[in-house]
């Protein structure tokens, strides 16, 4: 019996020991500006023990012990160490400040700029943010109220939008995920419809103006997009949402994590599936996203993540611009499309897009010691679709009596297949076609980081990248035909091609990529400095199966390399607490792109003398971070020459043209200013205002113009010196209120004033001196507005949001090509989208 007692004690001792030994952590992770960081992470130091911060920025983390600390951590933010006892469980607000460090994949790149260190001009958007503003808007967007950006929804099919920064197009800016640049590595564009549904994985979005803080080399122009895609999540769990829209628009998808189990192994697999009927007419879409990631962290030295997502997507689009009358002259009006009519009942599109762009990155992060680290990710892409459109007599044009349904009316595709049908032996005479991009992209991207000393870090790396794009037309519809008759082939003339057949042209562009990059950064107290290094090699190589015979040896052309190099460096100094000054500057040589080596687009007239294109960029800016109060100014200007411009536009006919324009300078330059208030713990404002003066710099001679075919139609040149740079909007302003009517309920609006956009030039009008300048398009303004609310559906916490865009319907012009007299009624347009809406829901579990 006196046993059994003594070993009770002992029991209740242990038992005792254990539940005091336990603490249940609670607290609130905010930013700088006292708003709730949702999804950030809470660790217990020194175990894989811990959670993320629920909507409102709150947590609660039980440890096992009652003394120690926590690590919290955010994307764009630095960690923090907060120490708790069994005095202190309620750790209270926990302010994270920007940062200098990323959690796994995003470390990559070490590309994010750090609030009062990096000298550079930067916004930053949260996930919380995106969700509230994307609703049914492309996803460049959710930019719009970000100093120098002008995004629109251009033809307005589901991901067409486009973005322009400081005046730069996407060609021209690089957009880089998880580190890991995507611009199109033939000519730097950004397809947005190869990344629909990324606003559903993305975690934080970051944009910097000018030189950018990447110390990768590529070299961006107009600025550098991050965008960085959520990572695993520390708790089991997930959500189910849905949403719907105008004109169809819906949405249903999926978030689940299995949370970190005691091996350190996650997974988080997201998918989604988007389907409705266009704003636009005519433009009817579906799409399917996904993403997964699986990390694991064998210990404190080594963690591996593997992530892959991509979007399967199709959709009607409008290509063809339209005279301002042809829209009021269209019972549809703004909505008016003339790409598209129905197929024996059947809605059928002359112009659509189809395509599929998974990618899939391994990453590895090793910290070596204290000082040292070094992360390393191998990537891969594979991309397959292309643009559809119409070969043969063109029976398709807007204006035709002879194939339309009525004036402005949609294509009788029925009596083009009646005609085609009736053609026989011979073959359609029009069809439907798709000019595709396909392509493989491999990558390996590794960088070391080691602290020198207190003050003195360095950094360094490998970027090796290697893309073959397979670029040819194929037969998606005879229309009714048996066949049709192509040429263009020298290896099977008078080819009769089937649906599947390749058509026009067959060419692969072969690019590889090879760079170093080195970074020295210093900050000690108010003082910090970097001083950074690039150099790449590019090489291009052509294949033409169309144009040579297969026993030509001039069917691969030669392999032309082209060194590029840059240098760029700044100085951050606070004044103090609240006020801070940088300045930065660079200069950089990239190689030119593809399609100006092979300007005759042939393996044969290769400009073997191109010039490299040079970049010089400099920027003075102010920032003021208060209590209530965050403030940025920035004056830049950046001066490009030997430039190289690939300009789509419309043809007099309608068709689509290419234009290589070679050789051409600009001088980009203007003021940025944006601000943050806290008025009270309920209503915060914000605020930015951007001018700009974007000028061409020369004109030029022997600019040569393709078709769609890549046929040579005419060669020209071009006096543009001292016109306006069109596309975008040269002064644009926003206002932003975000109130809180309850804890609960959130309700916002935000205002956005574009002037100064200048329509984009017609090369083929451009070719005699003194003509006036690009027609100007009226200045318009749009508000927006949304309201969020948040409630527990039974145990499930549930969000709910609306979104309105366009509240007053403004009916305004965001898309505009010239023509030679420069006046609005002659200018073809696009009008961009009236009132539209959404509604959505979020339940967590």
Same mark, same amino acid.
């Given at each position: 019996?006196?046993?059994?007692?003594?070993?009770?004690?002992?029991?209740?001792?242990?038992?005792? &020991?254990?539940?005091?030994?336990?603490?249940?952590?609670?607290?609130?992770?905010?930013?700088?500006?006292?708003?709730?960081?949702?999804?950030?992470?809470?660790?217990?130091?020194?175990?894989?023990?811990?959670?993320?911060?629920?909507?409102?920025? %709150?947590?609660?983390?039980?440890?096992?012990?009652?003394?120690?600390?926590?690590?919290?951590?955010?994307?764009?933010?630095?960690?923090?160490?907060?120490?708790?006892?069994?005095?202190?469980?309620?750790?209270?607000?926990?302010?994270?400040?920007?940062?200098?460090?990323?959690?796994?994949?995003?470390?990559?790149?070490?590309?994010?700029?750090?609030?009062?260190?990096?000298?550079?001009?930067?916004?930053?958007?949260? $996930?919380?943010?995106?969700?509230?503003?994307?609703?049914?808007?492309?996803?460049?967007?959710?930019?719009?109220?970000?100093?120098?950006?002008? $995004?629109?929804?251009?033809?307005?099919?589901?991901?067409?939008?486009?973005?322009?920064?400081?005046?730069?197009?996407?060609?021209?800016?690089?957009?880089?995920?998880?580190?890991?640049?995507?611009?199109?590595?033939?000519?730097?564009?950004?397809?947005?419809?190869?990344?629909?549904?990324?606003?559903?994985?993305?975690?934080?979005?970051?944009?910097?103006?000018?030189?950018?803080?990447?110390?990768?080399?590529?070299?961006?122009?107009?600025?550098?997009?991050?965008?960085?895609?959520?990572?695993?999540?520390?708790?089991?769990?997930?959500?189910?949402?849905?949403?719907?829209?105008?004109?169809?628009?819906?949405?249903?998808?999926?978030?689940?994590?299995?949370?970190?189990?005691?091996?350190?192994?996650?997974?988080?697999?997201?998918?989604?599936?988007?389907?409705?009927?266009?704003?636009?007419?005519?433009?009817?879409?579906?799409?399917?996203?996904?993403?997964?990631?699986?990390?694991?962290?064998?210990?404190?030295?080594?963690?591996?993540?593997?992530?892959?997502?991509?979007?399967?997507?199709?959709?009607?689009?409008?290509?063809?611009?339209?005279?301002?009358?042809?829209?009021?002259?269209?019972?549809?009006?703004?909505?008016?499309?003339?790409?598209?009519?129905?197929?024996?009942?059947?809605? *059928?599109?002359?112009?659509?897009?189809?395509?599929?762009?998974?990618?899939?990155?391994?990453?590895?992060?090793?910290?070596?010691?204290?000082?040292?680290?070094?992360?390393?990710?191998?990537?891969?892409?594979?991309?397959?679709?292309?643009?559809?459109?119409?070969?043969?007599?063109?029976?398709?044009?807007?204006?035709?009596?002879?194939?339309?349904?009525?004036?402005?009316?949609?294509?009788?595709?029925?009596?083009?297949?009646?005609?085609?049908?009736?053609?026989?032996?011979?073959?359609? #005479?029009?069809?439907?076609?798709?000019?595709? +991009?396909?392509?493989?992209?491999?990558?390996?991207?590794?960088?070391?980081?080691?602290?020198?000393?207190?003050?003195?870090?360095?950094?360094?790396?490998?970027?090796?990248?290697?893309?073959?794009?397979?670029?040819?037309?194929?037969?998606?519809?005879?229309?009714?035909?048996?066949?049709?008759?192509?040429?263009?082939?020298?290896?099977?003339?008078?080819?009769?091609?089937?649906?599947?057949?390749?058509?026009?042209?067959?060419?692969?562009?072969?690019?590889?990529?090879?760079?170093?990059?080195?970074?020295? #950064?210093?900050?000690?107290?108010?003082?910090? !400095?970097?001083?950074?290094?690039?150099?790449? +090699? *590019?090489?291009?190589?052509?294949?033409?199966?169309?144009?040579?015979?297969?026993?030509?040896?001039?069917?691969?052309?030669?392999?032309?390399?082209?060194?590029?190099?840059?240098?760029?460096?700044?100085?951050?100094?606070?004044?103090?607490?609240?006020?801070?000054?940088?300045?930065?500057?660079?200069?950089?040589?990239?190689?030119?792109?593809?399609? *100006?080596?092979?300007?005759?687009? +042939?393996?044969?007239?290769?400009?073997?003398? !191109? @010039?490299?294109?040079?970049?010089?960029?400099?920027?003075?800016?102010? *920032?003021?971070?208060?209590? @209530?109060?965050?403030?940025?100014?920035?004056?830049?200007?950046?001066?490009?020459?030997?430039?190289?411009?690939?300009?789509?536009?419309?043809?007099?006919?309608?068709?689509?043209?290419?234009?290589?324009?070679?050789?051409?300078?600009?001088?980009?330059?203007?003021? #940025?200013?944006?601000?943050?208030? @806290?008025?009270?713990?309920?209503?915060?404002?914000?605020?930015?205002?951007?001018?700009?003066?974007?000028?061409?710099?020369?004109?030029?001679?022997?600019?040569?113009?393709?078709?769609?075919?890549?046929?040579?139609?005419?060669?020209?040149?071009?006096?543009? %010196?001292?016109?306006?740079?069109?596309?975008?909007?040269?002064?644009?302003?926003?206002?932003?209120?975000?109130?809180?009517?309850?804890?609960? =309920? =959130?309700?916002?609006?935000?205002?956005?004033?574009?002037?100064?956009?200048?329509?984009?030039?017609?090369?083929?009008?451009?070719?005699?001196?003194?003509?006036?300048?690009?027609?100007?398009?009226?200045?318009?303004?749009?508000?927006?507005? &949304?309201?969020?609310?948040?409630?527990?559906?039974?145990?499930? %916490?549930?969000?709910?949001?609306?979104?309105?865009?366009?509240?007053?319907?403004?009916?305004?012009?965001?898309? !505009?090509?010239?023509? #030679?007299?420069?006046?609005?009624?002659? !200018?073809?347009?696009?009008?961009?989208?009236?009132?539209?809406?959404?509604?959505?829901?979020?339940?967590?579990?």
């Amino acid at each position: 019996m006196k046993n059994f007692k003594n070993l009770l004690l002992v029991v209740l001792f242990f038992t005792t &020991a254990i539940v005091f030994g336990q603490a249940k952590l609670t607290g609130i992770v905010v930013d700088e500006m006292g708003e709730p960081l949702p999804g950030a992470n809470v660790m217990e130091k020194g175990t894989t023990n811990g959670t993320s911060t629920d909507f409102d920025g %709150k947590f609660v983390l039980k440890s096992k012990s009652n003394k120690g600390a926590v690590i919290v951590s955010f994307v764009g933010y630095s960690n923090k160490q907060v120490a708790f006892s069994s005095s202190k469980v309620n750790l209270g607000k926990i302010q994270l400040e920007a940062s200098n460090t990323l959690d796994e994949i995003v470390v990559t790149a070490n590309s994010i700029a750090i609030d009062r260190k990096t000298p550079v001009a930067v916004s930053t958007i949260k $996930a919380s943010d995106i969700a509230l503003k994307l609703g049914t808007q492309e996803f460049p967007e959710v930019l719009k109220s970000t100093p120098g950006v002008y $995004a629109t929804k251009a033809g307005g099919g589901y991901g067409d939008g486009r973005i322009n920064l400081r005046g730069f197009n996407s060609e021209n800016v690089a957009v880089m995920i998880n580190g890991v640049p995507v611009n199109d590595m033939e000519n730097g564009r950004v397809f947005w419809s190869n990344w629909a549904g990324l606003g559903d994985v993305t975690s934080s979005m970051q944009v910097q103006r000018g030189l950018g803080a990447s110390k990768v080399a590529v070299p961006s122009v107009g600025g550098t997009i991050n965008i960085i895609s959520k990572t695993t999540d520390i708790d089991e769990g997930g959500n189910v949402a849905f949403s719907l829209g105008n004109d169809g628009y819906k949405k249903f998808g999926f978030t689940y994590s299995t949370g970190l189990n005691d091996k350190g192994l996650a997974v988080t697999v997201s998918a989604a599936k988007t389907d409705g009927e266009g704003y636009v007419d005519g433009t009817p879409f579906t799409g399917f996203n996904y993403f997964l990631n699986v990390s694991k962290e064998f210990n404190d030295k080594h963690k591996l993540s593997l992530t892959a997502f991509g979007s399967k997507q199709r959709h009607g689009q409008r290509q063809n611009r339209q005279l301002i009358k042809t829209y009021r002259d269209s019972e549809r009006g703004r909505k008016y499309n003339s790409d598209w009519g129905y197929k024996q009942g059947q809605l *059928t599109s002359s112009e659509d897009n189809f395509y599929h762009k998974p990618q899939i990155s391994l990453n590895h992060n090793w910290t070596i010691s204290d000082k040292t680290f070094i992360s390393t990710a191998a990537y891969a892409s594979f991309g397959s679709g292309g643009g559809g459109g119409t070969g043969g007599a063109n029976k398709f044009q807007f204006d035709s009596k002879d194939y339309r349904l009525g004036p402005l009316g949609t294509i009788n595709f029925d009596k083009i297949v009646s005609e085609n049908i009736a053609n026989g032996i011979n073959g359609s #005479e029009s069809i439907l076609r798709a000019s595709r +991009n396909d392509h493989e992209w491999y990558g390996v991207l590794s960088t070391l980081k080691t602290d020198l000393s207190e003050d003195l870090t360095l950094l360094g790396g490998v970027d090796y990248r290697y893309y073959r794009g397979f670029h040819f037309t194929e037969v998606t519809d005879l229309l009714g035909g048996q066949y049709f008759i192509d040429n263009a082939n020298v290896n099977n003339p008078n080819n009769k091609a089937k649906v599947g057949d390749k058509i026009w042209y067959d060419n692969e562009g072969r690019v590889g990529w090879l760079g170093g990059f080195g970074q020295l #950064e210093y900050a000690k107290d108010a003082l910090s !400095a970097f001083l950074s290094f690039s150099l790449s +090699n *590019t090489s291009y190589q052509r294949v033409d199966y169309f144009q040579y015979l297969d026993t030509d040896p001039l069917q691969k052309s030669g392999t032309y390399n082209f060194l590029g190099y840059g240098t760029k460096g700044g100085v951050n100094y606070n004044i103090d607490e609240k006020h801070g000054v940088f300045v930065n500057l660079g200069y950089f040589e990239k190689a030119p792109y593809f399609n *100006t080596i092979f300007p005759s687009r +042939n393996n044969v007239d290769v400009n073997d003398e !191109a @010039k490299n294109q040079k970049i010089t960029s400099y920027e003075l800016g102010y *920032t003021l971070r208060g209590e @209530k109060l965050s403030a940025n100014f920035n004056v830049y200007r950046t001066l490009w020459e030997d430039r190289t411009e690939v300009a789509r536009f419309q043809s007099q006919d309608g068709s689509l043209a290419f234009a290589n324009i070679l050789g051409v300078g600009a001088v980009h330059q203007g003021i #940025e200013f944006d601000f943050k208030y @806290k008025a009270t713990d309920n209503l915060t404002l914000t605020g930015m205002a951007s001018l700009g003066d974007w000028r061409w710099g020369n004109n030029v001679k022997d600019v040569k113009i393709f078709n769609e075919s890549n046929e040579l139609i005419r060669t020209v040149n071009l006096f543009i %010196k001292g016109l306006h740079v069109g596309d975008a909007a040269q002064t644009t302003a926003a206002l932003g209120l975000n109130y809180k009517l309850t804890p609960e =309920t =959130t309700f916002t609006v935000d205002y956005n004033y574009f002037a100064d956009l200048y329509a984009e030039f017609d090369p083929s009008d451009r070719q005699r001196p003194n003509l006036p300048e690009a027609w100007k398009l009226p200045a318009y303004h749009l508000f927006d507005t &949304a309201l969020r609310h948040k409630f527990e559906l039974g145990s499930f %916490k549930t969000t709910l949001t609306a979104r309105v865009n366009n509240v007053f319907d403004v009916e305004y012009i965001s898309d !505009a090509n010239d023509r #030679e007299n420069s006046t609005a009624s002659e !200018a073809l347009v696009y009008y961009g989208a009236g009132r539209t809406f959404s509604v959505g829901a979020k339940i967590n579990f």
